[in-house]
């Protein structure tokens, strides 16, 4: 696609269940990075793929998120057990190894998560 | 870690020149970004800094001083639709990578 696809772009959940989140990024970046955003502040990062391996996760907050790009493509973020305080917008931003003056990181449009 | 600071709000005149600040704290720095986000919307890119100086796009510039540990997003003739989130981001090298780190963002209003 053109641009870098979350679904789904809502989701009500009850405390204690899990939920997946997918990201379907711009086809051949091989940068991709989970943020959670509250309302009112900027993205938090949470974790960042470089192809097929997360070469960052220092992000996550604990061992109830996961997340996993295992083809070098689609990016599916996984939280166990979700809790009131999970309840945020959750940003998919991709790029190609390059970045510069004229490209940065695109993001999608999220997925907002509501834990009840 | 990084340490990202930016005003939480700001409030400019249409037509007027606003210029937001960020100052940043970190080491392996490689490269300053400026991200506009209206409410309710994703993060879209406007410019990014890896040099000292200036770069100007349009009625955005934006400049950084490496030394300083300082960056400024200058709008110019601005429109009520200007009105949105300002991130600033900090690139860093981490154990062989690159992670990007975003600020808490400044809130500008636009007031005819």
């Known amino acids: 696609g053109a641009g870098v696809s979350q679904t789904p772009s809502n989701k009500v959940t009850e405390k204690g269940k899990y939920v997946e989140l997918r990201c379907d990024p711009i086809?051949?970046?091989?940068?991709l990075y989970w943020y959670r955003q509250s309302l009112g502040q900027g993205p938090e990062f949470l974790i960042y793929?470089?192809?097929?391996?997360?070469?960052?996760d220092s992000g996550l907050p604990n061992d109830r998120f996961f997340a996993v790009r295992p083809e070098g493509s689609v990016s599916t973020l996984k939280i166990q057990r979700t809790e009131r305080g999970d309840s945020a917008v959750y940003l998919c931003?991709?790029?190609?190894?390059?970045?510069?003056?004229?490209?940065?990181?695109?993001f999608g449009s999220g997925t907002r998560l509501t834990v009840v | 870690g990084q340490n990202i600071d930016q005003p939480t709000e700001m409030t400019a005149t249409e037509g007027a020149i606003v210029q937001i600040n960020c100052t940043y704290q970190?080491?392996?720095?490689?490269?300053l970004f400026w991200y506009q986000q209206h409410a309710g919307e994703a993060p879209t890119f406007l410019s990014y800094?890896?040099?000292?100086g200036l770069e100007e796009k349009g009625r955005f510039s934006s400049f950084l001083s490496r030394s300083k540990g300082y960056s400024y997003l200058l709008l110019k003739e601005l429109q009520m639709k200007d009105s949105a989130s300002y991130l600033c981001?900090?690139?860093?090298?981490?154990?062989?990578?690159?992670?990007?780190?975003f600020g808490t963002g400044t809130k500008l209003q636009v007031i005819p």
């Open positions: 793929f470089q192809g097929t391996g997360a070469a960052d």
């Open positions: 981001a900090v690139r860093v090298n981490s154990g062989g990578y690159q992670k990007v780190t």
């Open positions: 970190t080491s392996g720095f490689n490269g």
């Open positions: 931003a991709s790029s190609p190894v390059v970045v510069g003056r004229d490209y940065g990181y695109t």
């Open positions: 086809s051949g970046h091989t940068a």
């Open positions: 800094n890896v040099l000292d």
